[in-house]
């Protein structure tokens, strides 16, 4: 359950009847006893017991449902789906302070270090163990495992931790609070299983001072100061975020294979003064397209351009070649239609993940809730004789050419 969610049930007062609704039960029960047809004590008395033990019953049952028994959880746990300006506003709001004692934070503590995992940082929903290194000769450190699955509560936001788009911030964030608030730990390790895809990255307390050029632990009794730092200095700058996640990436490559020649400079193809990064041999797998789905999300469509060896996007699908086509379905979030421009703007879940422009009006025709299925096919992105590609609907965009909604639609 969203721990957000969780500590607001948990806050509020327990149920008790309104004095209007206390007032009208009261008029029920003289109302009762001064009846036309007058009946014996015992009838009255046992009428008026059954009407106030019904009324506690009821008290008592929404007592239950909203604040638990002592020690349990609220019996709401289905997570509040909240609306964040985007995934940066979304870490903002995380209640990283006041979680655990401060006598209690060190590597070491399984139900501290377990709180954070499963219940207050990004991934909470996925938490799938832990492992503590405690031996005073080697460095302290702790090993978080996850498991990404359709199988999930988690909404908006909060399923996307992982994903290609998010994963920096969310290991930057993450791998910030264990050092802010855990003063003994000296490495990080987060090994995520991504529907069935394994990535791990090791970052150590050194390199995250080195990030914010001071010790983290300053951030744990300011909360301004995390605010500051975390969040607007850091957070908010996505080439820090993208260039710190780039040495991690060598850090973690030359520790695993020393004699491996690994460093943080790519190559790029340059045309007409636009550079082009060339994918890693990562990025192709070992049979071209053994991995097309039917019908891609937004989400799964953009990961095709992710590079896991380089850790960034791109301008190569993984498993589609130039020309082929790649079905796309999503869920309208919201849709607005600017008169000025004469086009439509449509966002869709979660979270204005994906968002497209089209001509004309469309709000007549399309509201949120809906379901649209595109059809889009990769085209040059220079010429046939790169491998460089995107979307034909990005190419109509970046050209100026009109935007008919109807030459990508297929279905709905």
Avoid: C
């Amino acid at each position: 359950m969203s721990k957000e969610l969780d500590k607001k049930l948990q806050t509020l007062p327990k149920p008790k009847l309104k004095e209007v609704t206390r007032d009208v039960l009261h008029q029920a029960i003289l109302e009762h006893n001064e009846g036309e047809v007058r009946v014996g004590w015992w009838p009255k008395v046992r009428s008026a017991t059954l009407l106030t033990v019904s009324v506690l019953a009821i008290v008592l049952f929404s007592f239950i449902l909203f604040t638990g028994s002592e020690g349990e959880a609220p019996r709401s746990s289905a997570p509040e789906e909240k609306y964040y300006e985007n995934y940066v506003s979304y870490l903002e709001s995380i209640e990283v302070y006041d979680q655990i004692d401060a006598n209690k934070a060190y590597i070491g503590n399984n139900s501290a270090l377990g709180k954070y995992h499963g219940q207050v940082l990004p991934g909470k929903y996925y938490a799938n163990g832990m492992e503590l290194q405690t031996d005073e000769e080697q460095p302290m450190g702790i090993h978080m495992h996850y498991k990404v699955t359709e199988e999930t509560s988690a909404k908006g936001f909060e399923k996307e931790v992982f994903h290609v788009s998010n994963l920096p911030w969310t290991i930057t964030f993450n791998a910030t609070a264990y050092f802010t608030f855990f003063t003994n730990g000296d490495y990080v390790t987060f090994d995520i299983d991504y529907y069935g895809e394994n990535r791990e990255y090791t970052i150590t307390r050194t390199q995250m001072e080195d990030l914010y050029g001071r010790d983290v632990n300053e951030f744990a009794n300011d909360h301004t100061l995390w605010k500051q730092e975390v969040i607007e200095k850091i957070l908010q700058n996505e080439k820090k975020v993208q260039d710190f996640m780039e040495k991690i990436r060598v850090s973690n490559a030359l520790s695993a294979d020393p004699e491996k020649e690994v460093t943080s400079s790519k190559e790029y193809v340059e045309v007409d003064g636009e550079k082009y990064l060339v994918p890693s041999d990562m990025h192709t797998p070992p049979v071209k397209g053994e991995g097309k789905e039917d019908i891609y999300s937004f989400s799964d469509m953009l990961y095709e351009f992710y590079d896991k060896g380089w850790g960034e996007q791109v301008q190569v699908a993984r498993n589609f070649a130039m020309w082929e086509t790649i079905k796309v379905s999503g869920e309208i979030q919201s849709i607005e239609y600017d008169i000025t421009s004469n086009q439509s703007t449509i966002s869709f879940a979660p979270q204005q993940s994906h968002i497209m422009v089209f001509d004309g009006d469309l709000t007549t025709e399309y509201q949120p809730g809906d379901s649209l299925l595109f059809e889009f096919q990769f085209v040059p992105l220079i010429d046939e004789t790169y491998e460089f590609v995107h979307l034909d609907y990005d190419a109509a965009l970046l050209t100026g050419e009109e935007l008919d909604i109807n030459e990508y639609l297929i279905g709905e």
